[in-house]
């Protein structure tokens, strides 16, 4: 299931947001098999086309060496400009860095179901619940930092 803050941003049509989530999706779904590849989905079936979405290519030129590094800088530059040649470089990168196992499933939880504790592809994220049985996602707010930091500093 998407989370609420993916489903809130694609019912308000907010593409910023709808971007700076699926940066965050990366942070803990780095195979792109996951929630990352849910989140997209979900918006594309509920009104937000992948030219919305993705952002015309900056021009830049995509290394496509196999590194920690380079799949790093990808994916920070995704923060100013979310194009689909930069994310399908990312994805061709992490085919080979973080390959799904074989025998894992998608969006199954662990055997430490009552520890929020659930597996999305390769990655995982800890989860916490409130009261109303929302899923606050922390690893977003914290993805959210790295960028916003990643733009002062570089700026």
Request: some cysteine.
């Amino acid at each position: 299931m998407p989370s609420v803050n993916i489903q809130k941003a694609a019912q308000n049509k907010d593409v910023f947001k709808i971007r700076s989530y699926l940066i965050a999706d990366i942070l803990v779904d780095k195979s792109f098999s996951g929630i990352f590849k849910e989140d997209f989905e979900y918006c594309l079936k509920n009104g937000i086309s992948e030219d919305e979405i993705y952002e015309t290519h900056d021009n830049k030129t995509l290394s496509n060496e196999v590194s920690e590094e380079n799949y790093d800088n990808l994916h920070a530059d995704l923060a100013s400009n979310f194009s689909k040649e930069r994310v399908e470089a990312l994805k061709k990168i992490a085919i080979k860095l973080y390959p799904p196992k074989p025998n894992s499933s998608n969006n199954s939880s662990s055997s430490n179901s009552s520890s929020n504790y659930q597996r999305y592809g390769d990655s995982a994220r800890h989860i916490k619940t409130d009261k109303e049985g929302n899923k606050l996602i922390y690893v977003i707010v914290a993805g959210v930092a790295v960028l916003i930091g990643i733009i002062l500093f570089a700026g």
